[in-house]
Structure formats: C-alpha cells, structure tokens
C-alpha cells in the first residue's frame, strides 16, 4: 500500500459553525489515520488474529502488550507493507508507533527532514454524521514519479502480488505507481 499517514483531530458538535460564529464541542478526540495507514491496518486485520502476549515474569498480570498470528491454516502468509512519508516531528513518532502496535512493519516510511507529518482537522455534526475535513498534506506530498520507477520501489524492496494507493498523493505519483506495477 502506497499512501498517506496522518494525525487527525475530530471536533464533534451538535452544528457547524456558520461563517464567523463559534459553537462548543462536546467530544474531541485525535487518533492516527490517512488512507494508507487505515488501509495497511484494516488488510493485516483482515487476515490476522490479535493475541495477548504473556507476561512471563508475573503470570498473575497479564501484559497489555500482543503480537499477532496469522488467522488462517494451510496458507502463505500475507505480509503487508505500507510505503509512505512522515515527518521528522512527534506526530511522525506517534504514526509509525500506532504502525507497530498494529502489526505493520514501519521499515517502508521516509522520515522527511524539515516537514511536519500530515495533520486533519475534521468537524463532525453529532446529529447527521456529516463532516468537514481540512488537511494539510506535509511530509505526504513527498512523494514524486521517480520514486517508483522499479517493481523494488513498490514494496520497499519486495516484488509486490498487489499494488493500492490513493488519490491523496499527488496524481503523477499515483499514475508512475501504476505503469510501474503494470509493468
């Protein structure tokens, strides 16, 4: 998967503010998103089962920590590999530990000295489910068509059997991404 990484903050109120009004929020919440982190979480979730790691030290208090086991017998393992670009900030830290904890191998994310990682901003009305997104793109526009020349580049060095990505990188990208995995 070829995509974004983002931290995004939600406001969830009972409107949206018309121009020049202020309203409250009764809920914010902020959590790791962009369509390539979700999308590399949710195909490892597909295929993989979440186990508790035992604490072998107190066997009384298990450990908040898991690993994970592949969820189906008799098959390949499906490995899955995010390729994506954050910022050398707290934010970029926090995407690729959320990466971790999840099961995917952070190895396929640049570091981009000098940029901040991808943030959003989402508004979302409580009543409809309606929302408005701003975003601001950072390290995640970092990636250019030269970048993907190679079959290598794809995957971080590994021949891919599939190839996603996402219109939320900039669209020369994505179309050198798909000449190349066409090749």
Known sequence: IIG???????????????????????????????????SAISTFRSCHVKVPMD???????PSSEFSFRYAFEDEDELKVVLVGAVGDDDNGRLCRENLRRNGIDPSGIRV??????????CVVESGTGESRVMSYRGANWSHKP??????DDLANGVKPDLVISHLAIPRETVEQILQTAGE
Do not use: Q, W
Not at 10 to 23: A, F
Not at 112 to 121: C, D, L, R, V
Not at 146 to 151: I, Q
């Open 146 to 151: 030269d970048d993907f020349l190679t079959v």
């Open 55 to 61: 604490n072998e030290d107190d066997p009384d208090n």
């Open 112 to 121: 981009i000295p000098g940029e901040m990682t991808g943030i959003s901003f």
């Open 4 to 38: 974004t990484l983002n931290v995004d903050s939600y406001m969830i109120t009972d409107r949206v503010p018309e121009p020049g009004e202020s309203v409250r929020v009764h809920e914010y919440k902020c959590a790791t998103g962009g369509k390539g982190s979700n």
